[in-house]
């Protein structure tokens, strides 16, 4: 299932910010550097990779990467968790 975005826009990313902090127990990291964190802080940009429906809601596995693209942690977020960016202005 895609994310509402992606339902209007296929071929493009879609890029969320974290509204809260996202604590260790929720992650799962990828890269040995990030292994001291305590969790993500708030506004760290990922990505939207897949949309599961849970409980009649939708939950969010997003990929969290740094500026060279290289994949550090991922998590399972609720949309009440997650703010979708847009980078076009949509015009009604």
Do not use: W
Request: aromatic fraction near 8%.
């Amino acid at each position: 299932m895609l994310c509402p975005y992606h339902m209007l826009h296929p071929s493009e990313n879609c890029y969320i910010a974290t509204l809260q902090p996202i604590p260790i127990e929720r992650l799962q990291l990828l890269e040995e550097d990030y292994t001291s964190i305590k969790g993500l802080p708030s506004g760290q940009v990922g990505t939207i990779v897949e949309v599961y429906e849970q409980e009649e809601e939708n939950h969010y596995l997003v990929e969290f990467a740094d500026t060279q693209g290289s994949e550090y942690a991922m998590a399972t977020l609720r949309s009440d968790e997650i703010l979708v960016l847009h980078y076009d202005l949509a015009i009604a």
